[in-house]
């Protein structure tokens, strides 16, 4: 199956990821996100990040994921390699979200080839068909 496309846009990156579940299409929305910037392929999966993120509605919430790829290569050379135990839930109106974040610290052993800058909401689609799909434009 294919976890996720890229798609042409004039300035800025955006792609479609795909899963089986919502869980799955924000993983690989993840790793696409990542792979604007290094391989995740290509991580080493020494250090883990809990991740725990509120929103006030879906997109809301994939943002503020997407977002925390960021901000832990910004706050703590993180890199990326997997996502893993994503689980989203609906309290009341908010939906939160928990995972888990594998990956290593930057060193010079890894190349880093990109930048993403922030997440946007511009273009920003979740749908369920045959199976769930997200897409995400990213300011590069």
């Not at 696409?32 to 290509?42: F, G, I, N, R, V």
């Not at 929103?55 to 503020?64: R, T, V």
């Not at 052993?109 to 909401?121: H, L, M, Q, R, S």
């Amino acid at each position: 199956m294919q976890k996720y496309r890229f798609l042409s846009h004039t300035a800025d990156a955006k792609f479609q990821a795909f899963g089986n579940s919502l869980e799955e299409a924000f993983g690989n929305a993840a790793l696409a996100t990542a792979s604007l910037m290094w391989d995740p392929k290509e991580i080493e999966e020494k250090r883990e990040h809990q991740v725990k993120i509120e929103g006030n509605d879906l997109k809301q919430l994939l943002n503020c994921f997407l977002e925390e790829i960021i901000y832990l290569l910004d706050s703590q050379k993180f890199l990326l390699g997997s996502a893993e135990n994503i689980m989203i839930e609906k309290k009341g109106s908010q939906y939160s979200l928990r995972a888990l974040f594998r990956g290593d610290e930057y060193s010079s052993k890894y190349e880093i080839f990109g930048d993403v800058k922030a997440i946007t909401y511009n273009e920003m689609e979740i749908q369920n068909r045959d199976r769930f799909m997200v897409q995400v434009v990213l300011d590069v």
